[in-house]
């Protein structure tokens, strides 16, 4: 009887601990910025990897308080699927991105993937929505989305081209140099200046120096990629430059004679 009693007591110690941690999470759930809502980055790599390593370890214990009190109940406690978000006009994401690719391979997006959600994506969904049956709102929810990703594979080219480029052209940079360099060529893409899709911003010819001499093609590394996701996802750490150089190696004067807006490792970057 008194083992059995200790053991009810520790359970219910333990119940109580994960509800406390459950509700902190609640409380600071309100204050976790989206990918889309992203701030730049500025903060140096050491200090956010020194917040990272303290929160994966608070959301660790969390993680086992939760599992303990639902194996004591009975309970599963459900994770949250990728797949059940909701994009909409307005939206700029590596998610739209995916969207625009699938939907291009399904015939029914004919304009060059931007990563940006605007009345020619809406207008794909909405057509899409209708040959599906579905409620055709022009809002890619999770019933869209699951039955789009039931109908064609994502590729993920798009993604693979931007992360090739910023590991040809800047892969002995900081990440957020290498995060600013993907983040030109979304601005590029948005300004009106330049080819309206993020291929054809990448492929333009003699815009890139990877592209050219064969850099573009060596294989990019996970960090490539997530710098790639980053500006996917709205960081731009160059505040809307459309250019940048090398000032120790450039010759051109064109490039030189430019305002600059700021300058990250090697690369000053302009408008």
Not at 25 to 51: A, F, G, N, Q, W
Not at 123 to 140: H, K
Not at 189 to 195: A, C, I, L, R
Not at 197 to 203: N, P, Y
Request: glycine content about 10%; proline content about 3%.
């Amino acid at each position: 009887m008194i083992k059995n009693r200790l053991v009810m007591n520790q359970m219910t110690e333990m119940n109580e601990e994960a509800e406390k941690a459950v509700v902190e999470i609640e409380k600071k759930s309100l204050d976790i910025p989206t990918m889309i809502d992203m701030e730049p980055i500025t903060v140096s790599r050491k200090v956010t990897h020194r917040r990272g390593k303290k929160n994966g370890k608070r959301a660790g214990r969390v993680h086992m308080l939760l599992g303990v009190c639902a194996m004591t109940l009975g309970l599963t406690v459900a994770v949250p699927s990728v797949g059940a978000q909701k994009l909409e006009h307005g939206v700029r994401s590596e998610h739209v991105v995916q969207l625009q690719e699938q939907l291009s391979d399904l015939g029914y997006f004919d304009a060059g993937v931007t990563g940006y959600y605007g009345s020619i994506t809406q207008s794909a969904v909405r057509e899409f929505q209708q040959a599906q049956g579905l409620s055709a709102d022009g809002v890619a929810g999770p019933i869209t989305l699951e039955r789009l990703n039931k109908k064609v594979k994502a590729e993920g080219e798009t993604l693979r081209q931007l992360a090739k480029l910023i590991h040809g052209e800047a892969r002995g940079e900081s990440f957020e140099g290498q995060v600013a360099v993907g983040a030109v060529v979304l601005n590029r893409v948005q300004s009106g200046e330049f080819p309206s899709s993020i291929s054809e911003v990448i492929f333009q010819k003699g815009q890139f120096t990877a592209v050219d001499d064969g850099q573009f093609n060596l294989k990019p590394t996970a960090t490539s990629y997530k710098a790639a996701r980053q500006a996917l996802n709205g960081a731009d750490p160059t505040h809307g430059a459309l250019y940048y150089y090398n000032p120790k190696i450039a010759t051109s004067e064109w490039s030189k004679s430019r305002p600059t807006l700021l300058t990250i490792g090697a690369h000053d970057f302009t408008r």
